[in-house]
C-alpha cells in the first residue's frame, strides 16, 4: 500500500512559479503511474499531469501543457510538479495520487485510495 502526503502549496502572484512535491511512502511508488488533479471550488477533481513509472512518458491536460512539468525521482520516492507561468485560473487544491488510464472513460483515474491529503495553491493577479 502507497501512502502519499502532497505539499509545496502556497501563495502566489501571476507569472510566478511554485513547486509541488508528492512524497510517497509504502512499496510499489517506483512501479507505479502516478498523477496530480486539482480541484476547485464546488467542481469535480480534474486531471492535471501524469508520469508513468520510469518517467519517460508524460501527459498533460489542455489548460497546463507548456506550463507545468510533472517528474519524478524513485530514489526517493517523490514526485514534483513544477508550475511555472501561474495563472489565477490555477487557484485550487493540487492532490497527487496513483492513476491509470481508463480505456473505457477515456479519461485518467486515480486509485482512490491513494489520494494525497491536498495542498492549496492560490494565485493572485
Known amino acids: 500500500q502507497v501512502h502519499l502526503v502532497d505539499s509545496g502549496g502556497g501563495s502566489a502572484q501571476a507569472g510566478d512559479s511554485l513547486r509541488l512535491s508528492c512524497a510517497a511512502s509504502?512499496?510499489?511508488?517506483?512501479?507505479?503511474?502516478m498523477g496530480w488533479f486539482r480541484q476547485f471550488p464546488r467542481m469535480e477533481r480534474e486531471f492535471v499531469a501524469a508520469?508513468?513509472?520510469?518517467?519517460?512518458?508524460?501527459h498533460y491536460a489542455n489548460a497546463v501543457k507548456g506550463r507545468f512539468t510533472i517528474s519524478r525521482d524513485n530514489t526517493k520516492n517523490i514526485a514534483y510538479l513544477q508550475m511555472n507561468t501561474l495563472k489565477p485560473e490555477d487557484t485550487a487544491v493540487y492532490y497527487c495520487?496513483?492513476?491509470?488510464?481508463?480505456?473505457?472513460?477515456?479519461?485518467?483515474?486515480?486509485?482512490?485510495?491513494?489520494w494525497g491529503q491536498g495542498t492549496q495553491v492560490t494565485v493572485s493577479q
Open positions: 508520469i508513468d513509472w520510469s518517467g519517460s512518458s508524460v
Open positions: 495520487a496513483l492513476v491509470e488510464w481508463d480505456e473505457h472513460a477515456v479519461a485518467w483515474v486515480a486509485h482512490d485510495e491513494t
Open positions: 509504502g512499496s510499489g511508488f517506483s512501479r507505479q503511474t
